[in-house]
């Protein structure tokens, strides 16, 4: 059975996809983090004032009053430090996204029901008083709980971010229903609410990312510990019609875990530490393929079976699937370090099949409904290539590095590569620039320059 532990420890499963389901590894879901937010809000009776929202950005991180002043402000001008602004569309959307949280705002109330209705609801589901579990861990302020919080922003601001519409539909509809619905049983008592621990942990990881919080980083280490855990226990049970939609649906959402990490530098990397564990994120994105290969006879029937087909559909115009020989269609430079030939085919060279995926990614016009079919390419990636990635294997690595640099460069649609991407990128440059073979340095220049890292090495044209 597949298991799922914390990042670490997670060992990558040997088992690989059947002919039975072959587009299963074109199924990949990732999120994206939008732009900054405001913290929770709680109600504090005072006197009417204006409240400012346009501060600098220096301002807010030092958590001080901005006289808003362009284009420096007075107090960055007295400490002689950097003054910077939001662009005017990121003010909008701030707003916008503030205004979810206001008390009497009515798109902050999911399904029609009250806060406290919504709370309930979710903490029958769950089988405990949020008030009781998390309270010990986090301060008592007055507002709304945080399995609440949590649900509220991945309804109103986390399923709006999914790269894929088809995906996205069902994230926001039939997916919520299962997390209510099964996990409950005829008899009103909570089965193992995985998902709905899952939707609560990716809603909060969300809302973290984009406007910190270290009371509320509790709350999200529960929520995954309790995810993964509950997950576990259900994987330890055979796939069957009742239980399909609830263990796709979790998988999909895990891997956002890994994609966004806080605080992650160049060198937390694999690729220049003695720590091949830490490429697990990596192997980490496969884990969907291993579940539709097992779910296999009930997806036709499963809530997710309209967009897999929608997907499968956009991507077959993408990709060619049929077997194929020789270096037609491959990027010429990617395939002289592979050493592939007219004779080459996915059965005599590892490299041949991420190769062709690779090369059809980056002839792609760079917007974003191609974004998603580019974050695509780390949920298709084998076993055998991913232990040469984590080899350091440098035809392997420079690959990846083309398919990061190409994320870099969809930055605009999918920010979230912030979080551990770009710097994996920036980490493998690092890594690959001393070379002395200069096919190797002429295909970083792409990557280096997306990623925003300046080569020591200069490279001629």
Known sequence: M???????SQRVSDYTSEESTPDAKQLQTVFRVSPREKRDKTFHARRSHKKSRGGCLTCKRRRVKCDEQKPHCQKCKCKGIECSYLPENDVVRQKRAESLFEPDDPTAIIFTLSLNDLTNKIETVLGFDSKQILNPLISKKPGPAFPTVAFQHFMNSTVKTIASPAIRKVMGSDMIRVSFALAISLNGLPQNPHLMYTVLAVGILHLNRISPNKERSFAEAYFWQQALQQYQRALSSPVRPDN????????????????CPEDFSPTDSWVLTNRPEAMNWLCLQSGLRTIITLAAPYIPDSIWAVSFDAIVKEERTIFDEKPQAGRDGLDPDLADLCQIDEYTTENNSIYYDPLRILSALLKLERNRPNS????SFMGRLECDFLALCRKRDVPA????????GLMCAAAEWQPWIEGRIRPECIAICMFLEHSTDPLVLRLLKFPAEASGYELTVPLNG
């Open 2 to 8: 597949l298991k799922f532990t914390t990042p670490d």
């Open 244 to 259: 399909v939609d609830a263990l796709l649906s979790s998988c999909m959402m895990m891997g956002v875990m890994t994609i």
């Open 372 to 375: 998603a079919h580019v974050s």
């Open 397 to 404: 690595l420079v690959m990846l590095v083309q398919w990061m």
